[in-house]
T-cell receptor
Framework: KAGVTQTPRYLIKTRGQQVTLSCSPI?????VSWYQQTPGQGLQFLFE???????NKGNFPGRFSGRQFSNSRSEMNVSTLELGDSALYLC???????????FGPGTRLTVL | AQSVAQPEDQVNVAEGNPLTVKCTYS??????LFWYVQYPNRGLQFLLK??????LVKGSYGFEAEFNKSQTSFHLKKPSALVSDSALYFC???????????FGAGTRLTVKP
């Protein structure tokens, strides 16, 4: 089975722009979660989707949003980018909500 | 809300020696506990989990972890460390029926030859 894939792998944006990141979960996995990883804050939970519905949301501003499609693929969007949004964004999928998560390689976002 | 603490930023061990990476947690109700490993420029890889049952859980690459309910701990262990075990290790907890996974800050394990 193919693993979790994330596109693009690297992004460079400037402040004020917006960005969309994509995640394709492992086939059959219905739960997708997003995390932000930075050296200072570690891994921070962004949100979790299951069956196209947002089930949980972390403590991030409304500039961060996401969605899940009927094929379980997920996207997250960050609007009005700030320098502090520079991070590795990780997507993880699991078979069901209480199973272990499998992570993609991440998207490295740099905001200049 | 659940939380995880990894009290050591860095753990150094010599190759062949046993290793322990510590993790304590706080959660309402029964915990689901996980260990993940991250190699440089890679995503996280699942190592092992505790859901219920035997307190000693065995996982990938010879790692194991012991669930201790009274001490709310879930320390990661390996009897004999390898240089290739050098990586960043994360402990994570999730409460039953809550998919908000909380990760610890991570512990960097360095195994020296």
């Amino acid at each position: 089975k193919a693993g979790v894939t994330q596109t693009p792998r690297y992004l460079i944006k400037t402040r004020g722009q917006q960005v969309t990141l994509s995640c394709s979960p492992i086939s059959g996995h219905r739960s997708v979660s997003w995390y932000q990883q930075t050296p200072g804050q570690g891994l921070q939970f962004l949100f979790e989707y299951f069956s196209e519905t947002q089930r949980n949301k972390g403590n991030f501003p409304g500039r961060f949003s996401g969605r899940q499609f009927s094929n379980s693929r997920s996207e997250m969007n960050v609007s009005t980018l700030e320098l502090g949004d520079s991070a590795l964004y990780l997507c993880a999928s699991s078979l069901h909500r209480n199973n272990e998560q499998f992570f993609g390689p991440g998207t490295r976002l740099t905001v200049l | 809300a659940q939380s995880v603490a990894q009290p050591e930023d860095q753990v150094n061990v010599a190759e062949g020696n046993p290793l322990t990476v510590k993790c304590t947690y706080s959660v309402s109700g029964n915990p689901y506990l996980f260990w993940y490993v991250q190699y440089p420029n890679r995503g996280l890889q699942f190592l092992l989990k505790y859901i219920t049952g035997d307190n000693l859980v065995k996982g990938s690459y010879g790692f194991e972890a012991e669930f201790n309910k009274s001490q709310t701990s879930f320390h990661l262990k390996k009897p004999s460390a390898l240089v290739s075990d050098s990586a960043l290790y994360f402990c994570a907890v999730r409460a039953f029926n809550n998919n908000d996974m909380r990760f610890g800050a991570g512990t960097r394990l360095t195994v020296k030859p």
